[in-house]
T-cell receptor, first 113, second 111 residues
């Protein structure tokens, strides 16, 4: 039973398009994250939500908009895609007040052509 | 300079060798994580520690808070240990579990 799932796993699209990546966790956690992994495998946090409230918002272009309809879901919408957005995007979840151990989704490989 | 630095960046070993990966950080932290990313891409949390030492099977992680340094050791390495190992630190206070990552160490273990 998958703990943190993401869809789609692969996404190939053209510059200028708008796309969304979905993330769901069934661990009962109250905090979810989006990370971007670049071509050199370097991970960097983008956003975090706690109980549907945005709590971390790093320096990310405003073309990226996260949305959390409930605490089990955190989606990432990207407008006007650019070549530099090509990366692997990971969703993760954790529970505040405990260990903050994070559980990662399988990643979504986004390729912008 | 990154807040979290790992060494070496690339490591090649023969099966059975003892392996050490190092992580140094320059900020105050509440915990340090070691993560493993296999060639298939998935990321798995190996350890989370804030002091001392933890052991899980052939893997041992240590941290020295005063020296701001952690090490990940693999005893009796095996080709299936080949992966990218990533050190990440969690800030204290109101950081809400935000992780800052090292650049990763690519480990290849040959049979």
């Amino acid at each position: 039973d998958t703990a943190v799932s993401q869809t789609p796993k692969y996404l190939v699209t053209q510059m200028g398009n708008d796309k969304s990546i979905k993330c769901e966790q069934n661990l009962g956690h109250d905090t979810m994250y989006w990370y971007k992994q670049d071509s050199k495998k370097f991970l960097k946090i983008m956003f975090s939500y706690n109980n549907k409230e945005l709590i971390i918002n790093e320096t990310v272009p405003n073309r990226f908009s996260p949305k959390s309809p409930d605490k089990a879901h955190l989606n990432l919408h990207i407008n006007s895609l650019e070549l530099g957005d090509s990366a692997v995007y990971f969703c993760a979840s954790s529970q505040r007040g405990q260990t903050y151990e994070q559980y990662f989704g399988p990643g979504t490989r986004l390729t912008v052509t | 300079k990154n807040e979290v630095e790992q060494s070496p960046q690339n490591l090649t070993a023969q099966e059975g060798e003892f392996i050490t990966i190092n992580c140094s950080y320059s900020v105050g932290i509440s915990a340090l994580h070691w993560l493993q990313q296999h060639p298939g891409g998935g990321i798995v949390s190996l350890f989370m520690l804030s002091s001392g030492k933890k052991k899980h099977g052939r893997l041992i992680a240590t941290i020295n808070i005063q020296e701001k340094h952690s090490s990940l050791h693999i005893t009796a390495s095996h080709p299936r240990d080949s992966a990218v190992y990533i050190c990440a630190v969690r800030g204290g206070g109101t950081s809400y579990g935000k992780l800052t990552f090292g650049q990763g160490t690519i480990l290849t273990v040959h049979p």
